[in-house]
């Protein structure tokens, strides 16, 4: 019985990547594997998360590492993480693909990403945006060679230029100094650093600040390509700027070469997880061999499979989702301001420079008015309110990127934002 080259492949129709391997007239098959490959790769997959659940299926008999052996061998940590979790902290194998090599689920995986992201390439990053910042500097500087990026970067990209021995140019950002906040790099000040520094390898920007501050990435990215120059994004605070057309260019979309993003952040995903993203012109690559330097080589399942979980939704529901989210923080800052005194800042900051654009789910709330500290707001927040607010410095208690759950939480507190003069009292009194 003759078998078609289709039939035979979709047997194996997951991990597709392996396919290549069962093939014997090359250029056909190879055409059918596309075929098969554009067939199973939609993002309504997941390709991590149902090798996984394929495995569980299994009633495999662990005799590997982790030790604990779905939790049999630590019945506190399987209580208190629960069953479902441990069952899947399993190493790689087979079925489940290597993040060091990744040449079927994980591949696939990082494919759809890749697309959701709209970059030609994209890495599972385990050891947080920091390690992807790492990676993104470390593959474009080596010892001695300038890199340019404002003064107010992440100490991840401070710590790359300690391991790969570059010499940074920096750009000071702007300040607010009511706010009391660094802003974006103004374009003119890039291009003198670009004028200056010729030799410059790259230029990074942040995309948006940890305010939601963003520079004109556009612009940056085309002079910096004009100079022969790379540009890095450091998209720590910007995952959710890939699903919305209502909030400030992504990286990618504006011809970047590189960005990290914190898909843990506002994307949904496990702390640590990360997303290393590339374009077109990057040697994918070196930038992997690169990552193996630092990465694990006992990549953390319960991380990928979020990050697969994670951009399915994204790409799924990600428009909707922060059109919610804009809708209620828009709601949350109106009521503040409304209250006087705490002053929730918004996109009325731009100004075509070093404010280009600002990222309307970041709710920052400036406090100093009012006689308190964001330091002060920020604890009282937590400890009689039950919030957990981002962080606070001494002006600004910001809540970052809120999911559209603690806004509910938030706008429904009546308590704290609604009745002013009796909530403004309590908080004063601390
Ligand atoms: C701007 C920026 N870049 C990079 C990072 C590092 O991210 P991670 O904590 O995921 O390592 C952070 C963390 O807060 C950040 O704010």
Known sequence: MTTSPRRRFKKFSAPVAGLIFFCDNASENFRQVMILRDEYLTQERAPILEALTKMKATRLVPFDVPGHKRGRGNRELAEFLGQACLDVDVNSMKPLDNLCHPVSVIRDAEILAAEAFGA???????????SAVQAMILSTCKPGEKIILPRNVHRSAINALILCGAVPVYVNPQVDERLGISLGMKVADVIAAIKNNPDAKAVLVNNPTYYGICSDIATITEVAHAHGMKLL?????????????????????VGADMASVSMHKSGGSL?????????????????HQIINLTQSTSGSYLLMASLDISRRNLALRGA???????????????????????????????????VFDFDVTKLSVFTRAVGLAGVEVYDILRDEYIFSWSSATLPTCWLTSPSATALKILS??????RTSSASIAKIRRG
């Open 120 to 130: 030609a390439h994209s890495f599972f990053m385990v050891g947080g945006t920091t």
């Open 233 to 253: 994004a450091d998209e720590a605070h910007g995952t959710h700027f890939y699903f919305s057309k209502k909030l400030p260019p992504s990286a990618m979309s």
């Open 271 to 287: 702390t640590q997880s990360s997303l290393l993203l590339t374009g077109a012109n990057i040697n994918a690559g070196y930038v």
């Open 320 to 354: 909707e989702i922060f059109d919610k989210v804009i809708e209620l923080v828009e709601y949350a800052r109106d009521e503040i301001n409304f209250l006087g005194g705490w002053y929730a800042y918004g996109k009325e900051l731009t100004d075509g420079d070093s």
């Open 412 to 417: 429904g507190s009546s308590v704290l934002w």
